[in-house]
């Protein structure tokens, strides 16, 4: 990796990650403004809020085939093109389709993100991925801090959406600017043939693991963005919380490293579901002040899912290559794009059936978020029971990524 400035890169990849993040916090803190604007009910809003996670894995999967041919600065490049044309996109936006296509268009950009920077990085830190992952990783809800205090004193200031999204302008541009001008690695230290990666996708573990995703990823995404919505007449600040939930994430990411290495993957997998479930349950039930250490606990909870899942494809089916890693970031934005508008026409069946029970206004509204967080608990619970299976069977699974390894 001569004339490689590891450093630089990785910061190409973190400021391309808050990029992405800042995307979810600043759509999450105006979608009850662009309900609003365009007249468009929770429904609509969850089909708009459902193009970005579906953009997303269409990116990775295509990401994840082409990286062996493309490798990660092409792959980084589109990502720019099409953040800076989203977001364009959705400034000039005059209605419900306009705002699908130019919220696929992020989500396609933030797949991108992801199909580039996880394989390189993994590839770039071969001999501690899971913690360098984490590491990366630090940077979405790091992101979603900065899009969420942003989006909460835009808002408070009376400045509208579309300034709102023009912020995002500046690290797409830092970003982009590294993407063209640093030379990125050859693939040295991950399997770089992509017939072998498909082939190596036939291991039960990677699959099982698949469906462990979209559970993980649906616990982790749909609370946070639907948070304003849910909580926004519970006396709690939606914005605040957010921003709660993503600094301690933040904090755990960047301190994985020892957690990690005295756990292993599958313990802190299986540690973090019991943690949410418990979590999405206390907020479910939570009034005023105890929503926030509510929203603290589910912090903790979902801070190690996402990297740690990517890292689990990379270390114990590392034959799969930057392909699997991949598929399985986008099987978990897959899941939460169809989860999404149905999570939506549920909080609206919810609320009709709190007002027709004599519920009227912001009580109406929190009884209805408290039902749906009600039902939200049963991805987290469903995961206890398949991270407890393969907890049981670790030593196992351990012995085979050795024997793999070599």
Same mark, same amino acid.
């Given at each position: 990796m001569d004339n490689i400035n590891k450093n630089k890169l990785f910061w190409a990849a973190c400021i391309s990650l808050v990029v992405t993040s800042m995307t979810f916090a600043i759509r999450a803190g105006i979608l009850t403004q662009l309900g609003v604007d365009f007249g468009i009910n929770n429904e609509q809003l969850g089909y708009i809020?459902?193009?970005?996670?579906?953009?997303?894995?269409?990116?990775?999967?295509?990401?994840g085939l082409l990286y062996n041919t493309l490798g990660a600065k092409k792959i980084l490049i589109i990502a720019f093109v099409c953040h800076m044309l989203g977001l364009i996109l959705t400034i000039a936006a005059g209605g419900f389709w306009t705002l699908i296509i130019s919220t696929f268009f992020i989500g396609f950009a933030n797949g991108s993100v992801e199909a580039a920077c996880n394989p390189m990085i993994a590839d770039m830190y071969s001999d501690n991925r899971t913690a360098m992952l984490n590491k990366f990783h630090v940077w979405f809800p790091g992101g979603l801090v900065i899009g969420s205090l942003v989006s909460k004193f835009m808002t408070d200031a009376g400045m509208g959406w579309q300034m709102q999204i023009a912020t995002m302008f500046i690290p797409t541009l830092i970003y982009g600017f590294l993407?063209?001008?640093?030379?990125?690695?050859?693939?040295?230290?991950?399997?770089?043939?992509?017939?072998?990666?498909i082939k190596a996708l036939a291991n039960p573990l990677f699959w099982f693991m698949m469906v462990c995703m979209t559970l993980t990823a649906t616990s982790?995404?749909?609370?946070?963005?639907? %948070?304003?919505?849910?909580?926004?007449?519970?006396? #709690? @600040?939606?914005?605040?919380?957010?921003?709660?939930?993503? =600094?301690? &994430?933040?904090?755990?990411?960047?301190?994985?490293?020892?957690?990690?290495?005295?756990?292993?993957?599958?313990? %802190?997998?299986?540690?973090?579901?019991?943690?949410? #479930? @418990?979590?999405?349950?206390?907020?479910?039930?939570?009034? =005023?002040? &105890?929503?926030?250490?509510?929203?603290?606990?589910?912090a903790l909870g979902v801070c190690y899912f996402w990297p740690t899942m990517i890292g689990f494809a990379s270390e114990y089916t590392s034959k799969t290559g930057a392909l699997g890693m991949s598929l399985m970031g986008g099987a978990g934005m897959f899941a939460t794009?169809?989860?999404?508008?149905?999570?939506?026409?549920?909080?609206d069946t919810e609320k009709a059936n709190a007002v027709a029970s004599g519920l009227q206004g912001a009580v109406a509204d929190v009884a209805a978020g408290k039902a749906v967080l009600g039902f939200m608990v049963y991805f987290p619970l469903t995961l206890v029971v398949l991270f407890g299976i393969l907890f049981v069977m670790r030593k196992k699974i351990e012995e085979r990524r050795i024997v793999q390894a070599h």
């Open positions: 809020n459902s193009m970005a996670f579906l953009g997303f894995p269409v990116a990775m999967i295509i990401g993407a063209f001008t640093q030379k990125f690695p050859e693939s040295e230290n991950i399997e770089s043939d992509t017939s072998k990666n982790e995404f749909i609370p946070q963005q639907w %948070v304003e919505t849910i909580l926004g007449s519970s006396g #709690a @600040s939606p914005m605040l919380v957010l921003a709660l939930v993503t =600094g301690i &994430m933040a904090l755990g990411r960047f301190f994985a490293g020892p957690i990690v290495h005295r756990l292993n993957p599958i313990g %802190v997998l299986f540690m973090s579901a019991i943690i949410t #479930a @418990s979590a999405i349950y206390f907020m479910s039930v939570a009034e =005023g002040g &105890m929503i926030y250490v509510a929203a603290a606990l589910f794009s169809i989860w999404n508008p149905i999570i939506g026409s549920r909080l």
